[in-house]
C-alpha cells in the first residue's frame, strides 16, 4: 500500500526496495511473477480482498448455519465477482461491516462494495487491534491421555516427557491433574496471561 501511495505511515522506500525484489522472483514457467513493483503491488492488494470477502462471507454463512455443497463455490466467485450470463447472482450482507487494524482504511471498503455492504471504519481502527489483544483473554490448554494395557491392574500417562506408570486410579487422575495444572501455569505466563483459571474436562 505504501508502493501504491494509500499508505505512508512508514518507510515507502523500503516497501519499494522489497516490492522490487519480489518482482524478480520466477513462477514455475520462469516468468516473471510481475513486470514491477506496482503490478506487483495491485496483484495483492486484489488477492487480499478476495480472500478477506471470501472469509467473511463464509463464517456468515456458516453463522447461519448454510452449509456449502459440491459447486456452490463457482456460484459465490460469480456473484463477487459480478460475473454476467443467462443467471444474474448475487450476495450481499444483512448489517454494516467494520473494519479495524492500520491498513483497514485502504481494503475494507473495497471489500464492503464486493460483499454489497456498508463499510465503516472507525475512528483510531489502527489501534484497536493492539488494544484488543492487550485487553483480550488468553487461553491454553493441553490433552493428556491415560491408558492401560492390562485392563485396569496399572496406568500408564506421559507427564514432562516421561511414560509414568501408577497403580491406584483415582492417584493416576490426582496426579495428571497436578500436573497439567503446574504446565499450564508456565504456558499461561509465558502467554502473558494474569491470574489464571483452570478448566477441566476429564
Known amino acids: 500500500m505504501h ?4 499508505q505512508n505511515n512508514w518507510d515507502a522506500g523500503a516497501a519499494e526496495l ?25 496483484n495483492i492488494k486484489q488477492q487480499l480482498t478476495t480472500q478477506s470477502s471470501n472469509v467473511i462471507l463464509q463464517t456468515c454463512m456458516a453463522e447461519d448455519g448454510v452449509k456449502i455443497g459440491e459447486g456452490a ?3 459465490i466467485a460469480r456473484s463477487l465477482d459480478r460475473q454476467g450470463g443467462f443467471v444474474n447472482f448475487s450476495l450481499s450482507l444483512d448489517r454494516s ?3 479495524l487494524g492500520a491498513s483497514a482504511k485502504v481494503y475494507y471498503p473495497e471489500i464492503g462494495e464486493r460483499l454489497s ?13 493492539a488494544i484488543g489483544s492487550v485487553a483480550g483473554e488468553v487461553r491454553v490448554q493441553k ?5 492401560s494395557s492390562d485392563g485396569g491392574s496399572s496406568f500408564q500417562f ?3 516427557g516421561n511414560l509414568i506408570n501408577m497403580v491406584d486410579e ?3 487422575i490426582e496426579k495428571v491433574k497436578s500436573d497439567l495444572q503446574a504446565e499450564l501455569a508456565q504456558m499461561a505466563d509465558e502467554a502473558g496471561a494474569q491470574s489464571p483459571v483452570f478448566e477441566e474436562n476429564i
Request: net charge negative; hydrophobic share 45%; proline share 2%.
Open 73 to 75: 463455490a463457482d456460484l
Open 158 to 160: 506421559l507427564s514432562g
Open 117 to 129: 455492504s456498508e463499510c465503516l471504519v472507525p475512528e483510531h481502527a489502527d489501534v484497536a487491534n
Open 97 to 99: 461491516l467494520v473494519g
Open 3 to 6: 508502493v501504491l501511495g494509500f
Open 143 to 147: 490433552t493428556v491421555t491415560i491408558t
Open 170 to 172: 483415582k492417584a493416576v
Open 18 to 42: 522489497a516490492a522490487g525484489v519480489l518482482c524478480r522472483v520466477r513462477d514455475r514457467f520462469a516468468q516473471a511473477i510481475a513486470n514491477n513493483s506496482e503490478e506487483l503491488c495491485q
